[in-house]
Nanobody
Framework: QVQLVESGGGLVQAGGSLRLSCAASGRILRYYAVGWFRQAPGKEREFVAAIHFSGNRCNYADSVKGRFTIFRDNAKNMVYLQLNSLKFEDTVVYYC?????????????????WGQGTQVTVSS
């Protein structure tokens, strides 16, 4: 059974940083793309970032480009999302997900396993 567990969320002041982690069990992440999405209460889940299975290519939502960095450690079966220059509007729940293939994907239906999410709260 595939399980993804996010961690690293918390409360941070605007302008601060956090590093989110996504740990996988039951699936070898290095064969799959991994994405991060986020969802605010009452809103649809939105794409944040994704990384190719090789780790050599990434894709970011415009709203986080230049502030967030996705990277992976395939030896540890982990994927991370570094959040810098956090803004109040980054206050949402962040989810990691594994793609159905190794190719970068930005749509939810291109991902098949999801974590439970980790809350990030940015105080202004």
């Amino acid at each position: 059974q595939v399980q993804l567990v996010e961690s690293g969320g918390g409360l941070v002041q605007a302008g601060g940083s956090l590093r989110l982690s996504c740990a996988a069990s039951g699936r070898i992440l290095r064969y799959y793309a991994v994405g991060w999405f986020r969802q605010a209460p009452g809103k649809e889940r939105e794409f944040v970032a994704a990384i190719h299975f090789s780790g050599n290519r990434c894709n970011y939502a415009d709203s986080v480009k230049g502030r967030f960095t996705i990277f992976r450690d395939n030896a540890k079966n982990m994927v991370y999302l570094q959040l810098n220059s956090l803004k109040f509007e980054d206050t949402v729940v962040y989810y990691c997900a594994t793609g159905r293939s190794g190719a970068i994907a930005t749509l939810e239906n291109e991902y098949d396993y999801w974590g439970q999410g980790t809350q990030v709260t940015v105080s202004s």
